[in-house]
């Protein structure tokens, strides 16, 4: 089979779980886990997110059945606990930026699990690596159109956070954008979803915790903070090139991807062992 008609399958699951599978989510499902955990939606959540992309993460696997599972997905854990710390650094000034700022506290541990936890965790997988990932790794697109076509479906999901043609516009924007910047940090950290899924989740969780206004357009003194966590991970990435990590994406990737799909980038760990002396 050959990648265009992967792609196609690909993209034709993705379609179907993104638009009709929540057609199939019957509502008696949903009166149970809510009264399981207790209105939370700690269980309603994690339960939907399974049923709706489930079979997209599923064929992806079987599609490229020749890689390890774990691989196609992004969820290698090599080197994954040096992502995170990457991650508390990067977003360190935007959360104490966020906290001067806000007027209100929410420390509600269910708000952060559903919102951030498992937005973070759940959209990596499945846009940036079932989805992106399997395009430009694994099917040969090239960045420029793997990443279109999967931050514009994850800005469409965001899209409700507008309340006007404008704030439509811009939280359409935005959301796609950061698409395309989890999707270049995908990349460039070994085609594994530690550090977008981290940088995911302390972002949410830090909006959400300190009450940060605007919708996914946010406000100019957000957006200022914001962007520092964005520096920071960019910088980050940069040092990793300075230690000897290859640029997964540069120009002859950007429209077609010839790269050897079975040379995978070493991981952040390996890379700071070779320089440690």
């Known amino acids: 089979m050959n990648?265009?008609?992967?792609?196609?399958?690909?993209?034709?699951?993705?379609?179907?779980?993104?638009?009709?599978?929540?057609?199939?989510?019957?509502?008696?499902?949903?009166?149970?886990?809510?009264?399981?955990?207790?209105?939370?939606?700690?269980?309603?959540t994690l339960a939907k997110y399974l049923f709706i992309y489930g079979p997209l993460v599923l064929v992806a696997v079987?599609?490229?059945?020749?890689?390890?599972?774990?691989?196609?997905?992004?969820?290698?854990?090599?080197?994954s606990q040096h992502y995170l710390l990457a991650a508390v650094a990067c977003c360190l000034p935007m959360t104490l930026g966020y906290a001067f700022l806000s007027t209100e506290l929410d420390l509600s541990l269910p708000g952060i699990i559903t919102g951030s936890v498992y937005a973070g965790l759940f959209e990596e997988i499945i846009f940036r690596a079932a989805l992106?990932?399997?395009?430009?790794?694994?099917?040969?697109?090239?960045?420029?159109?793997?990443?279109?076509?999967?931050?514009?479906?994850?800005g469409?999901?965001?899209?409700?956070?507008?309340?006007?043609?404008?704030?439509?516009?811009m939280a359409l924007t935005i959301t796609t954008i950061a698409g395309t910047w989890f999707a270049w940090l995908y990349c460039e950290c070994g085609y594994r979803i530690w550090f977008p899924m981290f940088m995911h989740i302390f972002m949410n969780a830090a909006y959400?915790?300190?009450?940060?206004?605007?919708?996914?357009?946010?406000?100019?003194?957000?957006?200022?903070?914001?962007?520092?966590?964005?520096?920071?991970?960019i910088i980050y990435?940069?040092?990793?090139?300075?230690?000897?990590?290859?640029?997964?994406?540069?120009?002859?990737?950007?429209?077609?991807?010839?790269?050897?799909?079975?040379?995978?980038?070493?991981?952040?760990?390996?890379l700071t062992t070779q320089n440690s002396y």
């Open 3 to 44: 990648h265009t008609i992967k792609s196609l399958i690909l993209l034709t699951t993705f379609m179907f779980c993104h638009y009709f599978m929540r057609d199939f989510w019957g509502e008696s499902w949903s009166e149970v886990l809510l009264n399981l955990d207790q209105q939370t939606y700690l269980l309603y």
């Open 62 to 79: 079987l599609l490229f059945k020749q890689h390890p599972w774990y691989d196609v997905i992004g969820v290698n854990v090599s080197g």
């Open 132 to 154: 992106f990932g399997v395009l430009f790794h694994f099917c040969r697109w090239g960045f420029i159109p793997a990443a279109l076509i999967s931050s514009v479906i994850f």
């Open 156 to 169: 469409l999901g965001h899209i409700y956070q507008g309340h006007d043609v404008m704030s439509v516009v």
């Open 208 to 233: 959400g915790i300190f009450g940060m206004s605007g919708g996914a357009a946010g406000d100019l003194e957000g957006n200022l903070f914001k962007a520092t966590a964005i520096i920071l991970s």
């Open 237 to 270: 990435v940069h040092i990793l090139v300075r230690k000897g990590k290859t640029r997964e994406i540069a120009f002859k990737t950007l429209w077609r991807n010839n790269g050897d799909v079975n040379s995978q980038p070493q991981p952040q760990s390996e």
